[in-house]
């Protein structure tokens, strides 16, 4: 199998490194060529044994990847939200992407964005995915969970692409067509927002209490056997145990598109979301008055994406 690969970000770079490990074959392109080349260095590092080895084809133009692909040709974007993906999806059409090929958006999309361009691109007889991809570097690199939507023909004839993603710790799901698979992504990051401002807090207060806590210790204690055991825990004990007062970070938190677009979701169908509204609420106001709920909270996604903030 041979695909196009557009993104040669953080969870890009690591989603290709993991195919071409899989056997995948893939033309790789990001904007800024650097990108390009530092994926082409850390590709040669990589075991050469491996039977199953794809191959790397560097473009440094997106009419010169979509000339490197065969008919029907299959093309995944990683880019930011909004604009950016129109932008790409445009100079993939000009480039001559056609009838009965596949543009699929793994990105952090809004589903009614996904939904507009599956009609458009089904119009033109352009297949188009939208799978919301989830797992951080560590599931780019080594197994992604995928929430898959777009047509079901389509989402089947890509299963292997799909098995080639997931690896041993990773999973993917079809929820259904058009912005389906981002909708389901949308979700899932709202409450992701509404779990790191909970485990946030509590470290706020257990890091003022009168007993002079050892931080790490309770998440070492409460990444075994407790309720509330689990990833986000786990990271965070792991960052506790090389910077327990987490100095490296100044509390501000980044993020809170996906939160507003649930908020906005939520509205419309009549939902109240508290904890949401809470979490989203206190990322526009970090950068005011930064706390340790703050620190807590970019540390976890430090250690999950290498978020700055």
């Not at 195919?19 to 994926?39: C, H, Q």
């Not at 793994?106 to 297949?127: A, C, M, P, V, W």
């Not at 939208?130 to 797992?135: L, P």
């Not at 197994?143 to 777009?150: F, Q, V």
């Amino acid at each position: 199998m041979k695909i196009g690969f557009i993104g040669l970000g953080r969870m890009g770079a690591n989603m290709v490194l993991h195919m071409l490990e899989e056997g995948v074959d893939v033309s790789a392109y990001n904007r800024s060529p650097e990108k390009t080349k530092e994926l082409v260095e850390e590709n040669k590092q990589q075991i050469t044994n491996n039977k199953k080895k794809g191959t790397l084809i560097p473009s440094y133009s997106i009419k010169e990847l979509v000339g490197q692909l065969a008919s029907p040709k299959i093309i995944w974007i990683m880019v930011a939200a909004g604009a950016p993906v129109d932008s790409v999806i445009e100079e993939l059409l000009n480039a001559g992407i056609g009838p009965g090929d596949i543009i699929i958006d793994g990105g952090n999309s809004f589903y009614k964005d996904t939904e507009r361009r599956f009609k458009q691109l089904k119009e033109k007889k352009i297949h188009y995915l939208g799978i919301g991809t989830s797992g951080g570097l560590d599931g780019a690199r080594n197994g992604a969970c995928l929430m898959i939507g777009g047509e079901k023909e389509v989402f089947e004839g890509l299963t292997p692409l799909f098995n080639s993603l997931i690896g041993t710790m990773g999973t993917y799901t079809y929820f259904g067509e058009g912005g389906a698979g981002h909708f389901v992504k949308m979700v899932h990051n709202g409450i992701e927002y509404g779990m790191l401002q909970s485990i946030g807090e509590g470290f706020d207060l257990l890091h003022q209490s009168p007993y002079k806590l050892d931080l790490k210790a309770v998440s070492g204690n409460w990444t075994k056997g407790s309720v509330v055991r689990g990833w986000l825990v786990e990271l965070l004990d792991k960052y506790l145990q090389k910077d327990p007062n987490i100095t490296q970070s100044d509390g501000r938190v980044g993020g809170g598109e996906t939160g507003r677009w649930m908020l906005e979701t939520a509205k419309e169908a009549g939902i109240k979301m508290y904890a949401l509204e809470a979490a989203v609420r206190y990322r526009e106001d970090s950068g005011k008055g930064p706390t340790f709920t703050g620190k807590v909270i970019t540390a976890i996604r430090w250690m999950f994406g290498r978020h700055e903030k």
